[in-house]
């Protein structure tokens, strides 16, 4: 699944008439660099959820259906959050335990797509199955204090004055983690997470390629300076 709902507030003006998946970065749709990923790595049904100006979206991605890819559109009245979103577009996957998602405005083109099928496996074949499988970096300028922290392959909520990693916006996520939220509800994806750590149920790593939240204009701006 690739997340694309959000109003990109602190992306206006740009974003007043496109949303924020549409961007470009460096020559190519923002929200493309994920699809492309995900489909040169054999990942042929994709869930796109969408709210603010989101028949831009289907109307730009729709094109891959007539090549074959199982492509979904999960359409949300009002953005329902990151877990109200999950949820929502569950209801459009043949689930049997898990699922990748990923934010759509976050630029990674160096993203492992090609271990998520094995990542599956080993979760499925562990005593206490995890809630979730999430990708961390090394904390950005504008979020220095972090979200979590890595001991080994177990995530923690983040303890003052100890090293903490920030969420990459990507996870495998498993369909209980989800259960307790009511289709249509707008519900945050943090506090299930952190519940689901203080059960020791989620697992991660660092993820050292390129990555950057293209939160503003400004960050926008300097990605596309690059060559």
């Known amino acids: 699944m690739v997340l694309a709902a959000g109003r990109g507030e ?134 220095p204090l972090g979200d979590f922290q890595l001991e080994g392959d177990m995530v923690k909520d983040k303890v003052e004055n100890s090293k903490s990693l920030t969420f990459s916006g990507a996870g495998l996520y498993h369909q209980d983690l989800l259960k307790s939220i009511k289709i249509g509800t707008v519900a945050k994806l943090a506090p299930l997470l952190r519940q689901a750590m203080a059960e020791e149920r989620v697992l991660g790593e660092y993820l050292t390629v390129p990555w950057v939240d293209v939160g503003t204009p400004e960050r926008l701006a300097e990605l596309n300076k690059k060559p």
């Open 10 to 143: 602190r992306m206006r003006p740009l974003t007043d008439h496109t949303p924020k998946p549409l961007l470009e970065v460096q020559g190519k749709k923002l929200i493309d660099w994920h699809i492309s990923g995900l489909i040169k790595n054999q990942h042929q049904q994709i869930v796109i959820n969408h709210a603010w100006l989101g028949q831009q979206i289907v109307d730009h991605l729709s094109p891959l259906k007539d090549q074959g890819f199982n492509l979904q559109f999960s359409k949300e009245d009002e953005a329902l959050e990151t877990a109200g979103g999950l949820r929502q577009a569950m209801s459009l996957m043949s689930l049997e335990d898990y699922f990748f998602a990923i934010n759509g405005d976050v630029f990674c083109p160096e993203f492992p797509f090609h271990r998520i099928k094995d990542l599956v496996l080993q979760m499925r074949n562990l005593p206490n199955k995890p809630l979730a499988y999430l990708f961390l970096v090394e904390n950005p300028a504008h979020h």
